[in-house]
Structures are given as C-alpha cells and as structure tokens.
C-alpha cells in the first residue's frame, strides 16, 4: 500500500515539474554559429548568383585565323619544292618553282611575231602619204586632161562654124556661076559670045558645084571632130570625177591597212607581255608570313593553272569564334571584355567581343535546315560570334587556329 502511494507521489512530480529544454535550443551557441552560417552561405550565395549572372560563356569555341591557299597560276612541270610542311616561311620567300623552258620559248615566240607586225606596219605607214600624193596627181591630171579636151572641142566647133562659112561661101559662088552660066548659053546661042567664053563660064560653074561638095565634105569632117572632141571631154569629166572621188577613199584605205596592221601589232605586244608575265609565274612566292602546310605536290609532279600546292598559315593575326545560344546574346555587344581560356596551355588570354554573324551557324552550313516541311521542331540555334585579342598576349605565336578554348563574355550591369 505504501509502496502504491509512493509512485503516485513521484507521478505527481514529474506532471508538475518544468520540462528541460531539448534540441538546438538547449545549445545557444551553436544556434548563433548556425544563424551566422546561414547568413553568411546567403551572402556568397547572392554573390555568386550575381557572379553567374555577371557573364556569358561557351565551350562550342575554337580559334581562327587566315589561311592562304598557295596556287599555281599557270600550268607546268614542278622542278623544285623548296619548303616542307610545318616550315615557317616570310613574305617573298621562294616556295616552288615550275621548269621555265616552255614559257621562254612562247617569249622568244611572241617577240618574234611582234617585230613581223611592227615590219608590216613599217612598210604600210609610207603609202599613205604616196597615195595622197598619187591621187592628188591623178586628180590634178584629169583636171589638165579636162581643160585639154574642152579646148579641142572649142577648136573643133570653131572649124565646124567655119567650114559651114565656107559652105555658104561656095554655094554662093556656085549659084553665081550656074546664073552666069546661062546667061552665057544665051549669049552663045546668039552668038554674042565666042564659044570660048562659054565654056570658061561653063567650068567655072561645074568648078564652083565641086567646090560646095569640098566644103561640105569638110565641114562634115569637122563635124565628126566636134563630136570626137565631145566624148573626149565627156571621157575627161568622168575620169576627173573618179579621180577626185576615189582620192579619199583610197587614201582611207590605206589608213585603215595602216590601223589594222597596228592593231595586230598590239595585239602581239600585248601576248608578249602576257608571255613575260606567264614566265614571272614560274616562282611560287610565300603570300605572308607564315607556316606551311598541307603540300601536296612533289619535284616532277605537273600541277595545273588554279590548282592548290599547299597552305600558308599565318599566325600574328588569330581571333576566336565561339557558338553562342541565340538565348545568350540578349546583353551581348561588340566591344565588352572577353577571358579565354586555352585549353592548350591551360591559360587565359585577354580579349573583347568584335562582331556577330550575319546568320546562325545553321543557316550558314552546307545543308540548311528547311523548316517549311511540316515537321518543324524548334531548337536553339548558335550564332558565330567574332572575339579578337588583345594584342601583345602572344610574341612566340602559340595560339594555332582550331585550337579549343573557352571565352567567357563579361556582360554590362543590368
């Protein structure tokens, strides 16, 4: 019964007693560190969140750089590669030569045909001025001829009046003498006369009938002569008006014999010159300075006019191109500094942002997609953005295009 009572009792006591403090609060300090930790991890956290938001990067980056394709520009055979692969090379320095003696012969080839043109031009330039002066005398000549015939018509027509004078002269003295002579018959029938008288009558008419028909005879010959003389200055004016023009047209077809001789003449200088500057082609120059690379020709090979025999790779100009999401250009613009990291040499270098693409990388490719299909799906594109370094990083010239790195883009306050 006691022992009951007793257990009672300490139930009592343990209902009305206070409860002792459990857990972190029964430990201040560590309840104060763990609010400082709490306090501190959310300062560094802003921090941080603040930092990640502070820039852009990618890993979809490499480094670029030009690269010279080094060509033959004329066909031949290779005599002499003068340079190997990874060999550093300046600008001028002799790389290949191709055999010479095919394009100094087509020099020497070409020289000749020049000096045949330039003879012929040399022999063609003189008869334009013979020929001026040779239709001027033509001209000259006819005009003479000319004058000639018109004064041998003028003459002929005066000995055509004339003769016609004389024809009217002698039938006159005809019909004078036919008049007398009948009077005269009269006379010697009457025997008034002596008969002697009348046959002097008698042949002085029959020699004035004559005398008609002479003159008629010459005036018609006289005639004959004024139309001679016709068709002569008829003959005369045709060949002056030849003369006169055919002069410039003659004259100006030896001109052009003169300019077609000169053209050819050109002609040939001008396949000279280009068979001269073909055999300056024959040695193959660095483009810049550089790194070889990529030969693919050897001594003894021919290589055809256009066609690439090996790389030359400078290195004091390389830029990076980095592949950035479409989604991470929003606070991106050319000019803000760039950190990027060479995975190479485990370095960062110093740079800023130059340019952006005129296109995504997608659209740029071989194959652009084509989302007019039907079943377009809709992905992040890259846009390629241009970094630049800064110069002054890279004396030794370790940066190397198609190296990969990794740019980190500081963007501006927000």
């Given at each position: 019964?006691?022992?009951?009572?007793?257990?009672?009792?300490?139930?009592?006591?343990?209902?009305?007693a206070?409860?002792?403090?459990?857990?972190?609060?029964?430990?201040p300090?560590?309840f104060?560190?763990?609010?400082?930790?709490?306090?501190?991890?959310?300062?560094?956290?802003?921090?941080?969140?603040?930092?990640?938001?502070?820039?852009?990067?990618?890993?979809?980056?490499?480094?670029?750089?030009?690269?010279?394709?080094?060509?033959?520009?004329?066909?031949?055979?290779?005599?002499?590669?003068?340079?190997?692969?990874?060999?550093?090379?300046?600008?001028?320095?002799l790389?290949?030569?191709?055999?010479?003696?095919?394009?100094?012969?087509?020099?020497?080839?070409?020289?000749?045909?020049?000096?045949?043109?330039?003879?012929?031009?040399?022999?063609?330039?003189?008869?334009?001025?013979?020929?001026?002066q040779?239709t001027?005398?033509?001209?000259?000549?006819?005009?003479?001829?000319?004058?000639?015939?018109?004064a041998q018509?003028?003459?002929?027509r005066?000995d055509?009046?004339?003769?016609?004078?004389?024809?009217?002269?002698?039938?006159?003295?005809?019909?004078?003498?036919?008049?007398?002579?009948?009077?005269?018959?009269?006379?010697?029938a009457?025997?008034?006369?002596?008969r002697?008288?009348?046959?002097?009558?008698?042949?002085a008419?029959k020699?004035?009938?004559?005398?008609v028909?002479?003159?008629?005879?010459?005036a018609e010959?006289?005639?004959?002569?004024?139309?001679?003389a016709?068709?002569?200055?008829?003959?005369?004016?045709?060949?002056?008006?030849?003369?006169?023009?055919?002069?410039?047209?003659?004259?100006?077809?030896?001109?052009?014999?003169?300019?077609?001789?000169?053209?050819?003449?050109?002609?040939?200088?001008?396949?000279?010159?280009?068979?001269?500057?073909?055999?300056?082609?024959?040695?193959?120059?660095?483009?810049?300075?550089?790194?070889i690379?990529?030969?693919?020709v050897?001594?003894?090979?021919?290589?055809?006019?256009?066609?690439?025999?090996?790389?030359d790779?400078?290195?004091?100009?390389?830029?990076?191109?980095?592949?950035?999401?479409e989604?991470?250009?929003?606070?991106?613009?050319p000019?803000?500094?760039?950190?990027?990291?060479?995975?190479?040499?485990?370095?960062?270098?110093?740079?800023?942002?130059?340019?952006?693409?005129?296109?995504?990388?997608?659209?740029?490719?071989?194959?652009?997609?084509?989302?007019?299909?039907?079943?377009?799906?809709?992905?992040?594109?890259?846009?390629?953005?241009?970094i630049?370094?800064?110069?002054?990083?890279?004396?030794?010239?370790?940066?190397?295009?198609?190296?990969?790195?990794?740019?980190?883009?500081?963007?501006?306050?927000?």
């Amino acid at each position: 019964m006691a022992e009951a009572q007793v257990e009672e009792l300490k139930k009592d006591e343990q209902k009305t007693a206070p409860r002792k403090a459990t857990g972190i609060r029964a430990h201040p300090i560590k309840f104060a560190v763990f609010l400082i930790f709490l306090v501190v991890a959310g300062i560094y956290g802003m921090r941080y969140w603040t930092y990640l938001d502070s820039y852009e990067s990618t890993d979809d980056a490499q480094i670029d750089g030009d690269i010279y394709p080094v060509t033959s520009r004329i066909s031949g055979t290779i005599k002499t590669i003068y340079v190997e692969d990874n060999q550093t090379v300046k600008k001028g320095d002799l790389l290949a030569e191709i055999d010479p003696r095919d394009y100094e012969v087509a020099v020497e080839q070409a020289k000749a045909e020049l000096n045949e043109s330039q003879s012929q031009v040399t022999a063609a330039r003189p008869n334009v001025p013979i020929t001026a002066q040779t239709t001027e005398t033509s001209v000259a000549s006819s005009g003479s001829d000319l004058a000639n015939a018109q004064a041998q018509l003028a003459a002929a027509r005066k000995d055509y009046d004339s003769a016609n004078a004389d024809i009217r002269s002698a039938e006159a003295d005809s019909a004078k003498a036919q008049a007398d002579l009948v009077r005269y018959k009269q006379l010697v029938a009457k025997d008034e006369i002596s008969r002697q008288q009348y046959d002097q009558a008698e042949a002085a008419a029959k020699s004035a009938a004559a005398q008609v028909e002479v003159k008629r005879a010459t005036a018609e010959a006289d005639e004959q002569n004024v139309r001679a003389a016709q068709a002569r200055v008829q003959q005369a004016v045709t060949r002056q008006s030849e003369a006169t023009n055919n002069r410039p047209q003659q004259i100006a077809l030896q001109n052009a014999l003169v300019q077609a001789r000169e053209a050819t003449a050109q002609v040939q200088r001008t396949k000279l010159e280009e068979a001269e500057l073909n055999l300056t082609y024959v040695k193959i120059f660095a483009p810049i300075d550089g790194v070889i690379g990529k030969k693919s020709v050897a001594s003894g090979e021919h290589v055809t006019a256009g066609q690439q025999i090996m790389l030359d790779i400078p290195l004091n100009n390389p830029w990076v191109t980095a592949d950035f999401k479409e989604t991470q250009l929003k606070m991106m613009h050319p000019g803000q500094r760039v950190t990027i990291h060479v995975d190479a040499y485990d370095r960062d270098y110093e740079g800023y942002v130059d340019d952006f693409s005129g296109a995504s990388g997608a659209r740029l490719s071989l194959l652009p997609p084509e989302n007019a299909t039907g079943n377009y799906v809709k992905v992040v594109q890259r846009v390629p953005v241009r970094i630049k370094f800064k110069p002054g990083q890279d004396p030794n010239h370790l940066l190397r295009p198609g190296m990969s790195v990794d740019p980190k883009v500081w963007l501006d306050s927000k």
